[in-house]
């Protein structure tokens, strides 16, 4: 099923909230990891555009990589963070092609 995209902005703010949720974050903070400008370009890039009717079309598959894309920015942005404050290390794994992390040696223990 396509589903039509009437109100981009609408949608973005929608998607940010619905991944906070999911991540256990405040809306408040959302805007520390992402903006609606970036959520609206990830929707742009993944979406369907309609020339005659100049709307962006969507569907499941569509939705859900939306969903999990923006999810993956503020992971990846939390783990930058970790890593530019210490407490994790990172480094680029040529057989994995992809990023690696581990627990800096020197990184403080949480405690509750």
Avoid: H, P
């Amino acid at each position: 099923m396509n589903y039509e995209i009437k109100d981009m902005r609408g949608f973005a703010k929608s998607v940010g909230q619905t991944v906070a949720k999911d991540l256990d974050l405040e809306k408040s903070e959302l805007k520390d990891y992402i903006s609606v400008k970036n959520v609206l370009q990830l929707t742009a890039q993944y979406c369907i555009y309609d020339k005659k009717t100049k709307k962006y079309i969507a569907n499941e598959g569509i939705l859900d990589t939306i969903i999990e894309e923006t999810r993956n920015w503020i992971v990846g942005i939390t783990l930058a963070r970790l890593a530019s404050q210490g407490q994790l290390e990172c480094a680029w794994d040529v057989e994995r092609d992809c990023m690696i992390f581990w627990r800096a040696k020197n990184a403080e223990e949480e405690t509750d």
